[in-house]
């Protein structure tokens, strides 16, 4: 294939491919800023039942700031979540 032909191919491809970006769906004007009306979490209360099922199984004097993460909100740490069953649950998070 001659070289030129190759070259005005590539040319001819790249803004093809260009145009077709370009024109994609683009949600919003501004897709990377938080829309003004967005509902926002401003607090989170966080009650003694919640903070209690948090530390389910952990004994006191609870270690380090074990009870500060505990009230830490909606923040998802792997603490609050159940892991291995059987002889690795260790805290008794699963259902018996």
Do not use: C
């Not at 909606?74 to 649950?89: A, E, I, T, V």
């Amino acid at each position: 294939m001659n070289p030129t032909i190759r070259l005005l191919s590539f040319i001819v491809l790249t803004q093809l491919s260009s145009v077709v970006l370009a024109s994609d769906f683009i949600a919003g004007l501004r897709p990377d800023q938080r829309p003004s009306e967005a509902p926002r979490v401003t607090t989170v209360a966080v009650d003694e039942p919640l903070k209690a099922q948090r530390l389910k199984g952990i004994s006191q004097p609870w270690p380090g700031n074990l009870e500060t993460i505990a009230t830490q909100g909606n923040w998802y740490s792997p603490l609050f979540q159940p892991g291995m069953p059987g002889r690795y649950d260790l805290r008794g998070l699963h259902a018996r």
